[in-house]
Every structure is written in C-alpha cells, then in structure tokens.
C-alpha cells in the first residue's frame, strides 16, 4: 500500500508558506517559454490560475465546455468572499480565519493547507480591487463587510448578491488579457474526456469539440483540472446543468486518489421543490441569514393549515412560531454553520413541522424590515427577493420566503499535496474539484476565497517545483502511442454508448441516479440505506449500458451525446459516494451518520478512529477500490467538539 | 396548459433552415421555459423515429446556470429577447406568463456577428474579443496595494456595479434593428471609466474597444433603446452615453498620443 506524502513544509504553521516560497524551485522565464500547461475549466481557479501562468510566461491552453470562459458556475456564487483584513476592528486575523474554516470543517481538513489559505486572503482582495472589482463600499470609501455562517467576526466582502459573477469577471478579464496577448489560448466549447498518461505523467487530454463532434487531442507539460465539484451525480443540485465530473472521474481511473467523496454539503437556503420536471434548485445566499429570521410553527395543527393552504404564515401569532436555530442555538442563531441548519431543518420537517410542500421552513424578514427599513433589506439582497418572485410567484417583503436545503457544493474532490498536485506527477487539481481545505463543512464566502487562491496565489509558485525538473522535455506530438491509445479508448466510450439504442432517455436514468443519492446519501446516512443504495446504484447503471437512448449523431453539436458520458460517470462516482459514507462510521460536518449522534441529535465524531482523509483508489470497473488514509494531524488548533451554542 | 410551439430548428451554419410545429401539452404553470423545454425534448426522444432527422432529434439550445446569472441562454421567444417577462433571462421565464392554448414561436438570436451554429444556439465569441481588445485593468497577479488604499465613493461604486451587473447574454443585440453592441460594451468601459484602477487606461480602452465592436459586424446605435427594455440586468442606456463621451473625449483631448498607442 502506498504512503500518501502531504509533502507539507517544515516549520512553524506560520512560516510554512513562506519558507516554501524562499526555498522552492523556479524555472527561468527563457525556460518558462518552452513549457506548455494545460487547464481545464474557466472558474475562479481556472480562469486565475491560466492568467497568472500566462503572465509569468508560460505556454496556457485553457478549456470550457460552455461558449465563453465567462459562464462557468463561480458565477453564481451569490454571498462573499472571506478574508483576514479585520477592516472591521472586531478581532480577525489570520489565526482566526484559519481557525473558524477548520472547525468549521468539523476538524476534517489539512491543517497546513488551510492555514495557507487563510494567509493568501488578503492579497485576493487587493488583487481583485485592483483588477476593479466594484466590491460594497462604506460612505467615507472603504470596503464594506457583512457577517456569515460560521463566524463571529464581519470579514465577507461583496458586491451585492453578485459576488461570485463579479470575482469571475474580474477573473476573466485578466485571463482575457492574456487571450489577447497570446500567452494563453482558449478552447471553448470543448468538453474534456480524459487524461493522457506518458510513462506515469499527465502529459495531455482528449476533449469533444462539441460543435463538430471531433475528438482532439492536446499536449501539454503540466496539466490542471479546475472543473468544479460532482454535486450533479444528485441530479438536483444547485450546480448548473453542465457541471459535472468527468475529468476528476478519469483522471481517478487513471490513478489520481479520490479524497474524502462523501463529504458533500446540502446548503440550507435554497427554494424548495415543485414538481417533478424540476431540472435544478436554485439556492437564495446565505447572506440572508444575517438579516433573516428561520422559523417553522410550534403547533402540529398550523403546519396542517398551512400545508393545506387554510392559513398564511403572517396568521401565526409569534408566540406560536418556533425559532427553532435561536432557540437550539442562542450564541451563533440563524448564523449557525450550513450542515447544522440543513440539519435542523430536516428535523423539524421530518417531525412534521414543516411548511409549503411539508418540505419548508421559512425565512421571514419582517422584523428587519421593522428595524431597518425595506429600503436597506431591498439594498442588501434586492436581486435575491427578485429571483425569488420570479421563480414562486410570491413577494418575500410581504411573506416570510419559503426554503429547504439542497445539494450544494462537495468538499470531497481528487486528493492533492501542499502543491496540489494529486497522486498523478504532473496533474493538479484546484478549487472545488480537489478535496483540500474544507474538511467535512465548508463555511459560507469561503469557496471564492479557495479558487481563487489555488489559481492566484498557490499554483504559480507550486508549478515550477514540478516543472523545474521538465525544462528538458521535449513536447509530445500528439500522434504518439499513448495519445492514440486514449484517443481510441474515448472514441469506443462515445460509440458503446451510442450503439446501445434503447428506450430510456439519459435524463431519466440521472433523475434515478440522483433520487438513490438523495433518500439514501442526503442529509442522513445510516448502514442499512447506504448498504441499499450499494445494491441499487449498480443495477441502475447495468440498466443505463442496456437501455439508454441517444438521438441525433456523434459528429454535430449533440446534447445528448454530452450528457450521456456524463451520466455514465455519475453512475460510477455515485457508488464511490456511497462506499465512502459507508466507510465512515462517524458523523462529521456534512456526513451524518444517523447512527453516530449526541442525545440532542448532533453530530458525533469519532476522533479517535477516523481523524484520516479516504484517499480511494481505483482498482478497476469491477473491483473494490483500494482505502488509503491520510491522518490528520491538529497541532495548531486543539481538537474539540464543534459548539454553536 | 396544451402548447403550440413553432421553433426554428436548423441543422448548422450551413444548411436552410425551417420552422417546425410541435405540441405540448400537460405543462404546469410553475414550470420554467427551459423546463418546459426539457420536456419537449423527452417527448421528442420517446417518439423518436427516425434517428438522423434532425428535426426528429431533440431541440439545441444554449443554457447552464439556469438561474439567470452566466449569460448563456438566450431565446427570442414571441418576437422579444428572453421573452415576455420583464428583467429576466429565458430560464427565469416560466410557463404562468403565457396562457392555455398559446402558440409560442421560439427563434435564435439574429445578429451578423452571432453566426448561428444549430436550431437556436449561436456564436458570441465577439462579445468575447471585444473584452479582449481592453475590457480590463492592467495590472498582473501580486504586487498592488492594499484594497482599502483606493477609495471610492458609494455613489460611484454603486454606478460601476450597475453596469458590471451585465451577463453579456447578448439580448441587447438581438433586441436592436441595427443589432448594436453598444450596451454590452458600454457597460465594461463605464464600470471601469467609473473607478479610479480603470482611469488610468480609459482613453485607450474605449478606442481599441469601439474599434473591435465595428470591426466584427455589429451595427450603430438605433437611439430606440429597445436593449434597455430588454436587458435581464436593467443594464441603463446612460452608460451609452458615458461611453459616448469618454470615446469623444479620448477622440479630442490626446488625438496623436492615443493613436499612437491604440493604433487607430
């Protein structure tokens, strides 16, 4: 069995970093001319880490699967970003930042990793001020900050409810600046289909030109994936209709460990299911959470009424509503972390309290409208209220809004070291679709924060430590054995897959998939469920290879054929999902193991026995995959119970 | 609700394309356009006769996010960008603006320089050169100031946000009969004209940036401010006017200098 090496710097965890950009290799900017990387994804880490590698002069190819660079999905990130800068004057710090984010991952993630994350925050915003980032500012100048989940400090930054599609313009117009210099080209519409291995390393990928249907083939030193996270294999989530997990899946069948792949976060905050052809949920920020108050009612009897539309939720005199966070939860209330809200949700709807559909609770902000005035509720999340009434046809200044969790964002990823690279030389993985620095939670504002660290901050010094010693490589033509072979192995996939001509259409097979994920790997896991969904994944996907139906040709813009392979993968990553789960018998941040709990229903960790990252490996289509474990050492943070209260 | 839908299905840039008629029915009210579209396509998969007929084959169209932030989808939907509804893109529209019975005809955006590729999909990279030809600050990752060293006020910061709001969907053109780019692109140089990071380089943006949207087909401004009415982000048309003025300004104040540098 091998030994996963973090390769985490000596030292004190406050000079980790800086000790590691003292000391780390460089490559020449003459050299830097005759590297070649390749980058997946157009996100906050793709697009800032191939504008940082173009500035430094390295050769980019960057890939997206949507028409512009400017649609990937950190677009939609509605909430913050957190940093250290304690512009507020209310005690934050770096060792603070690093603090909450590690209890906030319920003691689950690398230290060091994080650590370095909190450090690299400051310069993010610096960064994307200068970039013109039209961030919220105070009347006298300054930035401004508003408070989220997790924290007791007021150390977000945001530009309205818009602050994920601000950061990613800001993002994209640097890497468009690097377009237009040539340091780095843009493959659009190009969906990657996998890896190429040339003796051990990551030396190139096989995409789909998804207007011509071509397979094409690219070469590079050094590649990165910054595709984002698999929280689609739920087929409900609040990721957009492309995201999906393709690269990171191949990427693991060609030997890349997968870390930690049950660890998913089901977000409180987000508009509650209406029907059965629901393509996505859309989630509302948890930023509405500072000024929004959660409550279901005390009474069985009105949560009927309401249901049955005999009653309106403005009818329900206060003492009869229950602030159920406030009440559970007085020190941290509605600002309680994401999986202990979904938590409590599900608890008091499963008890039979809950609203709508009977799966809602609300989220009322009559009494800060009371108190501040609609004018500034308006100012604050005026774009929130809005996609609310257009979706639910109801005026949430009037009515308490109405809200459930969903699928939201994975903290699991492929695994990676301090350099985050993963167990495959020479291919990365940044942002959501690494498993790094989130643990088993991750706290709101703190996904920007990530990607654009990794991209910005990290993976332009970590690069040359690899890419020093590949000065001398000569470039691959792509015609070579290996590529060839790859190419081939993606060609059969698509030809399989289209060959097969049955009767179901790919989209029912996921909305199978994801009702498995949903009832027996959402919010609670027990043995007997995971065991179940165990037996049912892979009868689906039999059922998938027999009977799926894919119109239209291989060789034109195909949909179907996109989807088909995508669908295919979740198939395969589900079962990993629910293996991983399975495995851990504790439950921590968002895993809850219903067996694993206190006698007031929270989470229960196992410290002792599973204080590891599951790095899993792939030991073929048939086979278990093989556990490695990476401990989890705390020795600049003391282990503990997460307390909210 | 039972539907007519007439929508303009077209095989690739190439070939002729035609409308084709299809019903729907069953369609709840609270569903999205897309959604409603998603269903459709089952409908058509489940029928499918003939596997090579495009028309047979289910409806392309653009789409990622659905929820009205990354600028992707884009349909004309009963002669208007995105639809009957107002400050929305087409996968915020939903099925409770039309009626039982209603024939909706759904076509591409029609622009020169938003060459179409299939059915109702088409090619905005020239949103992208345009971003390219200036839309951004010159400054390279590390090595800036503290953020809180710029100051800028409310007022403006709250103007530049207004126009950074922009999802560059491309409704602005597809509403205008001279398919005008000027609101998108009005909407970059005023954010940035805005802020004190974006001062530095104006004169020269908004010449390379006005050069590029000429250049790439798009047409002059129509002064009806049908892209206003129709932007899903509200983006106002005085940024038009502001980039009118930066354009005039740059244009008098250091004529030999910034041509010099733009190469205008």
């Given amino acids: 069995m091998t030994t996963l090496n973090s390769k985490v710097p000596e030292g004190p965890i406050e000079q980790k970093w800086s000790n590691y950009k003292s000391h780390g290799k460089l490559v020449n900017p003459a050299n830097k001319r005759k590297l070649d990387i390749l980058v997946v994804g157009t996100g906050l880490a793709g697009a800032s880490a191939a504008a940082s590698l173009g500035e430094l002069g390295y050769n980019v190819k960057i890939f997206c699967y949507q028409d512009s660079p400017r649609r990937a999905h950190s677009i939609a990130a509605q909430g913050g970003i957190n940093a250290a800068k304690n512009y507020q004057n209310d005690g934050d710090s770096v060792y603070r930042l690093f603090y909450d984010t590690v209890k906030g991952g319920d003691y689950r993630a690398r230290e060091a990793n994080v650590y370095r994350l909190a450090e690299v925050s400051n310069a993010i915003i610096d960064q994307c001020v200068a970039q013109g980032v039209p961030f919220a500012r105070e009347y006298g100048g300054l930035l401004d900050n508003r408070s989220f989940g997790g924290a007791q400090v007021s150390r977000t930054f945001f530009a309205r409810g818009q602050t994920g599609q601000q950061l990613l313009l800001g993002a994209y117009s640097a890497l468009s600046r690097q377009i237009a210099k040539g340091t780095v080209k843009l493959y659009n519409r190009r969906d990657m289909l996998d890896v190429v291995l040339v003796d051990g390393k990551a030396r190139g990928i096989i995409v789909r030109n998804l207007v011509t249907g071509e397979i094409e083939k690219y070469f590079g030193h050094a590649v990165v994936l910054c595709t984002g996270g698999y929280g689609?294999?739920?087929?409900?989530?609040?990721?957009?209709?492309?995201?999906?997990?393709?690269?990171?899946?191949?990427?693991?069948?060609?030997?890349?460990?997968?870390?930690?792949?049950?660890?998913?976060?089901?977000?409180?905050?987000c508009i509650p299911v209406h029907g059965d052809y629901q393509s996505k949920l859309t989630l509302m920020s948890e930023s509405l959470r500072n000024d929004g108050r959660i409550w279901v009612p005390k009474k069985k009897e009105d949560a009927e009424k309401l249901r049955n539309k005999q009653m309106k939720a403005n009818d329900i005199p206060e003492e009869d509503r229950d602030y159920y966070l406030e009440r559970r939860y007085p020190a941290f209330g509605n600002l309680v972390p994401r999986d202990v809200a979904s938590r409590a949700a599900k608890e008091r709807c499963d008890a039979g309290y809950g609203v709508g559909s009977g799966f809602a609770v609300y989220l009322d902000f009559a009494e800060s409208i009371k108190r501040l005035g609609r004018e500034t509720i308006e100012a604050r999340y005026g774009n929130l209220f809005q996609m609310y009434e257009k979706i639910v046809d109801e005026n949430g200044y009037e009515n308490p809004m109405m809200i459930y969790p969903a699928v939201h964002y994975v903290m699991g990823g492929l695994w990676v070291d301090y350099n985050l690279m993963t167990t495959v030389p020479g291919l990365y993985a940044l942002g959501e679709c690494n498993f790094s620095d989130h643990g088993a939670n991750r706290l709101g504002a703190s996904a920007l924060m990530q990607g654009l660290a990794d991209g910005y901050f990290v993976l332009p010094y970590t690069i040359a430590d690899y890419l020093a010693d590949e000065i001398h490589t000569k470039r691959i033509p792509?015609?070579?054995?290996?590529?060839?072979?790859?190419?081939?192995?993606?060609?059969?996939?698509?030809?399989?897959?289209?060959?097969?001509?049955?009767?179901?259409?790919?989209?029912?097979?996921?909305?199978?998939?994801?009702?498995?994920?949903?009832?027996?790997?959402?919010?609670?896991?027990?043995e007997a469920g995971l065991k179940k969904a165990l037996e049912l994944i892979p009868e689906l996907r039999k059922d998938f290879w027999k009977d799926v139906k894919i119109p239209g040709g291989t060789d034109e813009f195909n949909p179907e054929i996109e989807k088909a392979g995508r669908v295919a993968d979740f198939l395969e990553l589900g079962e990993l999902i629910v293996r991983d789960a399975l495995n851990r018998k504790e439950s921590c941040g968002g895993h809850f193991r219903e067996e694993m709990q206190t006698e007031e229903g929270e989470a229960k960790r196992d410290d002792e026995n599973f204080a590891y990252v599951a790095a899993w490996e792939f030991n073929g289509l048939n086979a278990e995959p093989v556990l490695h474990k990476e401990q989890l050492e705390f020795k600049d943070i003391k282990i503990a119970q997460r307390n909210y209260k | 609700m039972d539907l007519t839908l007439k929508i303009w299905r077209q095989k690739d840039a190439k070939s002729k394309g035609k409308f084709v008629t299809y019903q729907i029915s069953g369609i709840s009210p609270d569903c999205s356009f897309l959604e409603m579209l998603d269903q459709l396509n089952e409908k058509i998969i489940s029928e499918n006769s003939d596997p090579v007929d495009f028309a047979k084959c289910p409806v392309s169209f653009d789409h990622d996010c659905r929820e009205g932030i990354c600028g992707m989808c884009g349909l004309f939907i009963n002669g208007r960008p995105h639809g009957p509804d107002e400050a929305i893109t087409t996968c915020q529209l939903h099925m409770r603006k039309f009626k039982d019975k209603d024939t909706i005809v759904i076509e591409p955006w029609r622009s020169k320089a938003f060459?179409?590729?299939?059915?109702?999909?088409?090619?905005?990279?020239?949103?992208?050169?345009?971003?390219?030809?200036?839309?951004?600050?010159?400054?390279?990752?590390?090595?800036?100031?503290?953020?809180?060293?710029?100051?800028?006020?409310?007022?403006?910061?709250?103007?530049?946000?207004d126009a950074a709001a922009c999802i560059g969907c491309g409704a602005c053109v597809a509403a205008c009969y001279n398919a005008s780019a000027m609101l998108f692109v009005s909407a970059k140089i005023s954010q940035l004209a805005l802020l004190p990071q974006g001062k530095v380089e104006a004169k020269e943006r908004v010449q390379k940036m006005v050069k590029v949207m000429d250049k790439l087909g798009f047409g002059n401004c129509s002064n009806t401010y049908a892209c206003e009415a129709e932007c899903p982000k509200l983006v106002n048309r005085s940024n038009i006017a502001r980039m009118n003025r930066e354009f005039l300004s740059a244009k008098i104040c250091s004529e030999k200098e910034t041509q010099q540098i733009a190469g205008v």
Avoid at chain 1, 504 to 514: E, R
Wanted: proline letters at 4%; aromatic letters at 10%.
């Fill in chain 1, 478 to 526: 792509t015609d070579s054995k290996e590529f060839n072979e790859t190419e081939k192995e993606v060609k059969d996939n698509i030809e399989n897959l289209k060959s097969i001509n049955g009767k179901q259409s790919v989209d029912t097979f996921h909305k199978k998939l994801g009702k498995i994920m949903w009832e027996y790997c959402g919010m609670g896991r027990n």
């Fill in chain 1, 232 to 269: 689609n294999t739920y087929y409900l989530s609040t990721n957009a209709m492309g995201s999906n997990a393709t690269p990171i899946w191949k990427a693991y069948k060609k030997g890349a460990f997968f870390g930690n792949p049950c660890f998913t976060q089901i977000h409180p905050t």
């Fill in chain 2, 115 to 161: 060459p179409l590729i299939k059915d109702l999909l088409v090619d905005r990279s020239a949103f992208d050169k345009i971003i390219q030809a200036g839309g951004y600050v010159s400054v390279n990752t590390g090595g800036v100031p503290d953020a809180n060293s710029i100051l800028i006020s409310k007022h403006n910061a709250e103007l530049a946000m």
